[in-house]
């Protein structure tokens, strides 16, 4: 029985760490937030942070089915978790004001 | 004695990010079948993966907590936890814009955060094999005739 004493703590651990992780998730359900969004980048370089040329794509098919455009435009695609009006919320940017790649609530696609 | 605590300790470790891990995709298993379906090294089975990894991850995980299956859950956790690192790096390399199909926080984490998160169980699980082996020839050696 003592050889169980570890792995019981550690399952017992598990449970309550999915618990705990999915509660603020079922909260942001709720409110509309936490749900995947996906967008195509339609304005020109530069403009990545102009949540209006970001164009909502209606399914993950039209996701994956668009090619990153070849020219100056950096991010093309993006998977966010927020939305508001059919653009994302937020574009995450680094120091040049090009999106990065990833950040914690969102996914983008840059040209290569 | 020691040896076994040891050996105790890091099967529970790796019990616990197991368990964590299936369970979670589990409850997010038509986000994590999504994010499957974008790699493109993954998506012809992504289905397939989509539940066959998290109820391996569950299975080894109940072999890490019966102790006499305990040495094979070392070995499987490690198998499995090369593959993952294998193809982290895969996915580093050739598609790094894309979201990680991880289970819980582990999403959160970046590609490289990830691999490195990954080789820190990678070397618990051999430290534990280790561990395991040497306590087996040293179980051996006292039950052998003198």
């Not at chain 2, 995709?25 to 079948?33: A, G, P």
């Amino acid at each position: 029985m003592k050889r169980y004493f570890f792995g019981i703590i550690a399952v017992a651990v598990a449970f309550a760490a999915v618990a705990f992780t999915k509660a603020p998730s079922q909260n942001s359900k709720q409110s509309g937030n936490f749900t995947d969004y996906y967008y195509k980048f339609v304005g020109s370089a530069g403009e990545e942070n102009d949540m209006n040329k970001w164009q909502q794509l209606s399914t993950l098919n039209d996701y994956n089915a668009f090619s990153c455009p070849s020219g100056s435009v950096k991010g093309c695609k993006i998977i966010n978790t927020t939305n508001s009006s059919g653009h994302p919320t937020s574009v995450p940017l680094d120091g040049s004001g090009l999106p990065t790649v990833s950040g914690a609530n969102a996914s983008v696609a840059n040209r290569n | 004695m020691k040896r076994t605590v040891a050996i105790d300790i890091i099967s529970a470790i790796l019990l616990l990010l197991l368990l964590y891990t299936a369970i979670s995709k589990f409850i997010e298993y038509s986000r994590f079948k999504e994010v499957l379906l974008i790699s493109p090294l993954l998506k012809p089975f992504a289905g397939f993966i989509a539940w066959s990894l998290p109820l391996l991850e569950l299975m080894i995980a109940v072999s890490l907590f019966i102790p006499a299956l305990r040495i094979k859950g070392l070995y499987a956790s490690l198998l499995l936890l090369i593959i993952l690192t294998v193809y982290l790096t895969y996915m580093i390399l050739f598609t790094p814009s894309l979201p990680c199909s991880c289970g819980g926080v582990l999403k959160d984490l970046t590609w490289p955060q990830h691999i490195l998160f990954n080789l820190f169980f990678v070397v618990l699980s051999v430290i534990g094999i280790i561990l395991a082996r040497q306590r087996f020839i040293i179980r051996i050696k006292g039950e052998a005739p003198t």
